[in-house]
């Protein structure tokens, strides 16, 4: 597509029940990242995806978290029994090939996905 | 570890004012040093990149010069304009930390007529 889709734009769940936020990258770009960003503080990486493996997952910040793709296209981010502090905005990006050195390929970036937990 | 420190907000200016966003990195290799914008609604959007020490990068009236010496990438703009109203971000990718950016916390700015 022409950009990176994230849907849904908005969530509201209650506390415990699990999510899944979704990412459409732009077709063709082999590396795809989830970022999420808490009020009031920077973008935290999560994971990244080249093709449909996940070389780092460092970011995943408990064993609540998952995320996989597939196609070399989608991805999926769930979030199991989810908390309070897991509100925040999860912000998706993709570029063509995961440089993201010198050579100045940044990333596009999804509109996000606005997650509040009650 | 590689991170960014960017100047609190929020930023509240008069049209035409100057602008500046400070930003401050630390990194363990040779960064490439990004400022980000996100407009009301919209996705992080590339403004500007430098990619090596005394480096300028300019878009939209926007510069900011990688200073290494200071470990600095300050963005400046000379005169703002309503539609310059946004978040701004101030990023690291690392060749020695590969995949990531490292991203500062954002600074918003509202320009009012």
């Known amino acids: 597509g022409a950009g990176v889709s994230q849907s849904p734009s908005n969530k509201v769940t209650e506390k415990g029940k699990d999510v899944e936020l979704r990412c459409d990258p732009i077709s063709g770009h082999t590396a795809l990242y989830w970022y999420r960003q808490r009020l009031g503080q920077g973008l935290e990486f999560l994971i990244y995806f080249q093709g449909n493996s996940a070389p780092d997952k460092s970011g995943l910040p408990s064993d609540r978290f998952s995320a996989e793709r597939t196609g070399e296209s989608v991805s999926t981010l769930t979030i199991q029994r989810t908390q309070q502090e897991d509100s925040a905005v999860y912000l998706c990006?993709?570029?063509?090939?995961?440089?993201?050195?010198?050579w100045g390929y940044g990333y596009t970036f999804g509109s996000g996905t606005r997650l509040t937990v009650v | 570890g590689d991170s960014v420190t960017q100047m609190e907000g929020p930023v509240t200016l008069s049209e035409e004012a100057f602008l500046t966003i400070n930003c401050t990195y630390t990194a363990t290799g040779y960064p490439s040093l990004f400022w980000y914008v996100q407009y009301p609604g919209e996705g992080l959007q590339l403004l500007l990149k430098?990619?090596?020490?005394?480096d300028k990068g300019s878009n939209k009236g926007f510069e900011a010069t990688y200073r290494k010496e200071t470990t600095s990438f300050h963005l400046e703009k000379g005169s703002v304009q309503v539609s310059d109203s946004a978040v701004y971000f101030c990023?690291?990718?690392?060749?020695?930390?590969?995949?990531?950016?490292?991203f500062g916390t954002g600074t918003s700015l509202t320009v009012i007529p």
């Open positions: 990006a993709s570029s063509p090939n995961g440089m993201t050195g010198p």
């Open positions: 990023a690291l990718s690392d060749h020695n930390t590969g995949n990531q950016f490292y």
């Open positions: 430098a990619t090596k020490a005394d």
